[in-house]
């Protein structure tokens, strides 16, 4: 059996950092962080886990890459309601910190249209900062494939977010 509790100290801040930076909202990471866990769970009861850091970290890719598809479907069907996250930073000004929140956004909604192989390759390497080895290890997956996978889906996102236009 599996102790739980050492798990989540050890790994949980990961799953919860690769939550948050996909999603950008704290609820939206906190129901990911759960359903990550419960996933994790669930496949430990199927097989043997060699290394619970990669595990975690592609779950918590997968359901966050999901959770960003299930967003994007709800916001055409539903107006957006703006929010407020706090009071207003004073170091930075707020055209910079709103220009900025609407990049986040395009970026994890370019994110989500990606294939999941593709989103998921992206995410751990340039949010979680993995080199192609780990991220290889962490999917099952040869470096050659990430490689290919990374190439294909910086070209989407590349035509998605129109960086030609970008000044």
């Known amino acids: 059996?599996?102790?739980?509790?050492?798990?989540?100290?050890?790994?949980?801040?990961?799953?919860?950092?690769?939550?948050?930076?996909?999603?950008?909202?704290?609820t939206d990471a906190a129901d990911c962080y759960q359903e990550t866990l419960i996933d994790a769970l669930r496949l430990a009861g199927q097989r043997?886990?060699?290394?619970?850091?990669?595990?975690?970290r592609r779950v918590a890719t997968a359901?966050?890459?999901?959770?960003?598809?299930?967003?994007?479907?709800?916001?055409?069907?539903?107006?957006?309601?703006?929010?407020?996250?706090?009071?207003?930073?004073?170091a930075v000004g707020p055209a910079i910190k709103t220009e900025t929140a609407e990049l986040a956004e395009q970026a994890r909604r370019a994110l989500a249209t990606l294939p999941q192989r593709q989103a998921e390759v992206t995410a751990l390497r340039y949010l979680e900062d993995?080199?192609?080895?780990?991220?290889?290890?962490?999917?099952?997956?040869r470096v050659g494939a990430v490689s290919v996978l990374l190439h294909k889906a910086r070209r989407r996102l590349a035509q998605k977010l129109d960086v030609n236009s970008i000044p």
């Not at 690769?18 to 909202?25: S, W």
């Not at 043997?48 to 975690?56: C, D, I, M």
């Not at 703006?82 to 930073?89: C, E, K, S, Y």
């Not at 192609?132 to 962490?138: L, M, W």
């Open 1 to 26: 059996m599996h102790d739980w509790t050492e798990i989540v100290a050890e790994h949980g801040p990961t799953v919860w950092r690769t939550a948050y930076r996909l999603l950008g909202d704290a």
């Open 48 to 56: 043997p886990v060699e290394n619970w850091s990669a595990l975690l």
């Open 63 to 90: 359901r966050a890459v999901d959770s960003l598809r299930r967003k994007m479907r709800r916001s055409r069907r539903e107006e957006p309601t703006p929010t407020w996250h706090g009071m207003p930073d004073t």
């Open 130 to 141: 993995l080199s192609y080895e780990e991220i290889a290890a962490c999917l099952g997956l």
